[in-house]
């Protein structure tokens, strides 16, 4: 089910709310879309005119009139420009070319090694912008980065994970060599917005749960990202799981969902029990295709698990939608136990109308997410 419609709460939300139902076919005419936004023709007026100015909407023709004049239809001027995006992941980037409407145009995978530093990644993350740009004039562009990220000063802020690229100001770095608004994220915001967006679009909640190899989770409130106080907000894998076994996890706590429902999880119980020859999910995970019985198994459990963590958070968060994606999505089992738990640990005020679905974005929900965070962003000329 579509969410309710809510009135836009400034003007980057009501720009961002046309583009979107524009791009979405939902709203076609400027009284269209004064009547999908419940507000004055003349302030949808106003916006509208301010987004053709700005070369992101164009009017591209009459409209069937129902007496009077004929509507004036609106469309994405894609031939403006294009929205150019990356997701760094620890041994390659994915790149993408979007049009204005956040449509995924072309991609290219590159090998990247973080390790190297940020210069050396971006400068080659920057030919393929150029190469997929092909001269056509660049808006914005959207940056996933893997792990914490503090996205006003466009920095990665946890060392760990990447030597040498915290205090990196990767935002200012790209703006400099492009000129355009840049924006980043870190990969579970993203995918879960990019996931949002197609399904929701700028309204509702929901929750995105990345189950790889490792877990993670972004949460979508009102149609953006909920970050919380400290940028920590959706962390689930270290939710505690009762039963769990206790095993040591990365956090120093014992028992974390990350433990028992990870792909790397899969991969050691597997190896416990004599699959010597099992090293990655996605062995785990073609065992379980073949309907081995204990990878299917293991695999339904690390559904029933993730739905444990999950089954407190939508009680309490109330969400319209869970979508899973990364590797483990793929399997039918593991959405099922997933399902079947969440159902029968809830409130069924609380599920009354949820989905639990795989993403439909699926692999590229990290470059959707970023493409449609740098369209949010991008500098519109403020209301006349
Ligand atoms: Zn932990």
């Not at 990767?170 to 000129?179: I, K, Q």
């Not at 197609?198 to 189950?211: D, E, M, P």
């Not at 050691?268 to 090293?279: C, D, H, L, P």
């Not at 939508?314 to 039918?332: R, W, Y």
């Amino acid at each position: 089910m579509t969410p309710e419609t809510e009135r836009p709460s400034s003007d980057e939300d009501l720009s961002r709310r046309i583009v979107h139902l524009v791009a979405a076919g939902e709203a076609r005419s400027r009284s269209e879309l004064a009547a999908a936004l419940g507000l004055a023709p003349s302030t949808v007026g106003l916006r509208v005119q301010a987004l053709i100015d700005a070369g992101v909407l164009h009017e591209r023709g009459d409209g069937t009139s129902r007496g009077g004049r004929r509507p004036r239809l609106l469309g994405i001027d894609e031939a403006a420009g294009v929205v150019l995006t990356a997701d760094l992941g620890g041994g390659h980037a994915r790149v993408g070319v979007h049009s204005l409407s956040g449509a995924l145009l072309d991609t290219r995978s590159i090998p990247v090694v973080l390790a190297d530093g940020p210069e050396p990644t971006l400068a080659a993350i920057g030919d393929v912008f150029d190469e997929l740009a092909r001269g056509t004039r660049i808006r914005a562009i959207g940056v996933s980065l893997p792990g914490p990220v503090d996205i006003d000063a466009g920095t990665v802020t946890q060392p760990s994970r990447m030597p040498g690229w915290p205090g990196f100001r990767v935002t200012d770095h790209l703006r400099e060599r492009y000129g355009v608004t840049v924006a980043v994220d870190n990969d579970a915001n993203l995918a879960a917005l990019g996931e949002h967006r197609a399904q929701l679009g700028t309204t509702g909640h929901s929750i995105t749960v990345k189950a790889g190899t490792a877990i993670g989770s972004g949460i979508i409130v009102d149609g953006a990202v909920h970050r919380g106080a400290t940028a920590a907000a959706g962390d689930i894998t270290h939710t505690r799981i009762d039963g769990s076994g206790d095993i040591p996890c990365s956090c120093g706590n014992t028992g974390c969902l990350e433990t028992v429902a990870s792909g790397a999880s899969l991969v050691r119980q597997m190896r416990e029990r004599g699959w010597t020859e099992v090293s990655t999910t996605a062995d785990v995970l073609a065992l379980a295709r073949d309907a081995e019985p204990e990878a299917t198994s293991l695999v339904r459990t690390a559904g029933t698990h993730l739905g444990q963590a999950l089954s407190g958070v939508v009680n309490f968060f109330n969400p319209h939608a869970v979508f899973l994606t990364g590797s483990m999505s793929a399997s039918e089992p593991f959405i099922a136990a997933v399902r079947s738990r969440v159902y029968e640990a809830c409130h069924p005020l609380a599920t009354q109308r949820l989905r639990i679905e795989a993403a439909r974005t699926r692999a590229d929900a990290i470059l959707f997410g970023a493409a449609r965070w740098a369209l949010d962003n991008l500098e519109l000329p403020t209301a006349p």
